[in-house]
């Protein structure tokens, strides 16, 4: 397996612009979390589904960040419009059990100038 | 709620040195417990978990038991290497819950 795959590997963007990162889950795992790493904040969760529905967006900052998971195999986050502390690295895992192991992508670089 | 404090880093050591990272959690209930580890340019993945008081567990030579008393699963090693370096990470779930709540992570660097 190809494991979890997230898309771009970097971006570099500036304020006010759009940005959609992307991420394909592991086939069969039914669950999916989107993370936000900075040195400040550590790790955050921002959003989480369960067989494609939002279960839990208490992490999203601001309505800027919007999540979307149309099938199993596809999920978007969109951040709209884009800010300088916006910068950071986004992740996204999924996991097919009880939760207990999360499955990490590689990340997206996210640079808002 | 539930929480997890971890050691702040960075941890330094040479090469053969001893390890421990502290981590300490806060939770109702008895939640599983977990230490993940992210090496540079790379997604966490998960190093080793236990799911109950008195659980071990282990993985490449780290270690953790899951000390209900005193809250605590701290990361050990006896011999650490240089291939350890990353940023390692405590973690709980809580069972009736089902996400993952990191604490903020402590980074290893071991000199040869």
């Known amino acids: 397996d190809a494991g979890v795959i997230q898309s771009p590997r970097h971006e570099v963007t500036e304020m006010g612009q759009e940005v959609t990162l992307r991420c394909k889950p592991i086939s069969g795992h039914n669950s999916l979390f989107w993370y936000r790493q900075t040195m400040m904040r550590g790790l955050e969760l921002l959003i989480y589904?369960?067989?494609?529905?939002?279960?839990?967006d208490s992490g999203m900052p601001e309505d800027r960040f919007s999540a979307k998971m149309p099938n199993a195999s596809f999920s978007t986050l969109k951040i709209q419009p884009s800010e300088p502390r916006d910068s950071a690295v986004y992740f996204c895992a999924s996991t097919g059990g009880r939760n207990e192991k999360l499955f990490f992508g590689s990340g997206t670089q996210l640079s808002v100038l | 709620g539930n929480s997890v404090t971890q050691m702040e880093g960075p941890v330094t050591l040479s090469e053969e040195a001893f390890l421990t990272i502290n981590c300490t959690y806060t939770a109702t209930g008895y939640p599983s417990l977990f230490w993940y580890v992210q090496y540079p340019g790379e997604g966490l993945q998960l190093l080793l978990k236990a799911t109950k008081a008195d659980d071990k567990g282990s993985n490449k030579g780290f270690e953790a038991t899951y000390r209900k008393e005193t809250t605590s699963f701290h990361l050990e090693k006896g011999s650490v290497q240089v291939s350890d370096s990353a940023v390692y990470f405590c973690?709980?779930?809580?069972?009736?819950?089902?996400?993952?709540?990191f604490g903020s992570g402590t980074r290893l660097s071991i000199r040869p």
């Open positions: 973690a709980l779930l809580y069972s009736s819950a089902s996400k993952i709540i």
């Open positions: 589904f369960n067989n494609n529905v939002p279960i839990d």
